[in-house]
């Protein structure tokens, strides 16, 4: 069966400090990778998906960027943090067979940024 | 992708049906509804989706009304378990970089 991994599960870091979260899914191969982020008491914002290695779309501007080094592997960075990066980072992941629709969510990565 | 429209909050009692609703009123024919929740801190969990035909799974039903301007959620026996945040969302269907737009949704809560 599949799984999805991301840490930390929380971090608090300093306004201006570097981020690294990491999320990994095992048991499928070439899956489609996606980074969400939630704002307290907000719905989903989806910020970065790939569809293979080395493959990054970003759906909005921001202060962060992702990378894909490996096939399940996805990585979200940020070179200085803002307050406005705090919140909730999900990680998602999908078959990237065509027809199978499902996201499936690992647990998340609580960022509070002082 | 069409947009939806949730109730904020619902209250329900143990054990019995809650009944979920969602407007999608400019859905378009190649648009399916998916339904998600997410319970306190976790990530969301995906529930069921439809097209045009009543679902249903070992979760919920789903009911799409026949012009599929509205769908409903149905958890048919509330548990205190199932207090969450329930998403519907409306998407086309899936082309290899399929994305899901989560809204705000609605805060379900089971009360004993």
């Known amino acids: 069966s599949q799984t999805i991994h991301q840490w930390p599960a929380t971090l608090v870091q300093p306004v201006g400090s570097p981020l690294s979260l990491e999320c990994t899914v095992e048991?499928?191969?070439?899956?489609?990778l996606y980074w969400y982020r939630q704002a307290a008491g907000r719905g989903l914002q989806l910020l970065f998906y790939?569809?293979?290695?080395?493959?990054i779309s970003s759906e909005v501007p921001q202060n962060l960027s992702a990378s894909r080094p490996q096939d399940r592997q996805f990585i979200l960075s940020s070179k200085k943090l803002l307050l406005s990066d705090s919140g909730f980072y999900l990680c998602?992941?999908?078959?990237?067979?065509?027809?199978?629709?499902?996201?499936?969510f690992g647990p998340g990565t609580r960022l509070t940024v002082l | 992708d069409a947009k939806t429209t949730q109730p904020p909050s619902m209250d329900c009692a143990e054990g019995r049906a809650a009944n979920l609703p969602c407007n999608h009123s400019?859905?378009?024919?190649?648009?399916?509804v998916y339904w998600y929740r997410q319970i306190h801190s976790q990530g969301p969990q995906y529930i069921i989706h439809?097209?045009?035909n009543n679902e249903t799974n070992e979760m919920a039903s789903l009911i799409i009304t026949e012009d599929r301007k509205s769908s409903t959620l149905i958890l048919p026996h509330a548990t205190l378990r199932d207090t969450a945040v329930y998403y519907c969302?409306?998407?086309?269907?899936?082309?290899?970089?399929?994305?899901?737009?989560f809204g705000a949704g609605t805060t379900v809560t089971v009360r004993a």
């Open positions: 998602a992941w999908r078959t990237g067979l065509a027809g199978t629709n499902e996201q499936f």
């Open positions: 048991g499928t191969s070439n899956p489609n």
């Open positions: 790939s569809v293979g290695i080395g493959q």
């Open positions: 400019t859905i378009s024919g190649n648009e399916y």
């Open positions: 439809g097209l045009k």
């Open positions: 969302i409306v998407r086309r269907k899936a082309s290899n970089d399929y994305k899901l737009s």
